[in-house]
């Protein structure tokens, strides 16, 4: 059975930091060449925060740049979101996911997490 197990969210203060975990099982995460971590928050479309490569190379999007930073464990399978001055917009439903070639398009990816509630208040 291929699972994705996100994990580590929680509600936090403005300003303060988490650290998301994603353990693969079933599925080598070194056989996809990008892996992503995407959010959904309350009444908004599902959208992509991170992406990284199978060489390691990192991409963020423009909201959460110098603030997150996305790893990847090929050896744990396990993939990793380090979030710090976190912000009340970042207050979402964080999923990680896998795919053949990074994209901002969901629809993009294979296989997702449950996903793990981020709560960040003022």
């Known amino acids: 059975q291929v699972q994705l197990v996100d994990s580590g969210g929680g509600s936090v203060q403005a300003g303060g930091s988490l650290r998301l975990s994603c353990a693969a099982s079933?599925?080598?995460?070194?056989?996809?060449?990008?892996a992503a971590w995407f959010r959904q928050g309350p009444g908004k479309e599902r959208e992509g925060v991170a992406w990284?490569?199978?060489?390691?190379?990192?991409t963020y999007a423009d909201s959460v740049k110098g603030r997150f930073t996305i790893s990847r464990d090929n050896a744990n399978n396990s993939l990793y979101l380090q979030m710090t001055t976190l912000k009340p917009e970042d207050t979402a439903i964080y999923y990680c996911?896998?795919?053949?070639?990074?994209?901002?398009?969901?629809?993009?990816?294979?296989?997702w997490g449950q996903g793990t509630q981020v709560t960040v208040s003022s």
């Open positions: 996911a896998l795919a053949s070639w990074c994209s901002r398009s969901a629809s993009n990816y294979a296989y």
């Open positions: 990284i490569s199978r060489g390691a190379t990192a």
């Open positions: 079933g599925i080598g995460i070194s056989s996809y060449y990008c």
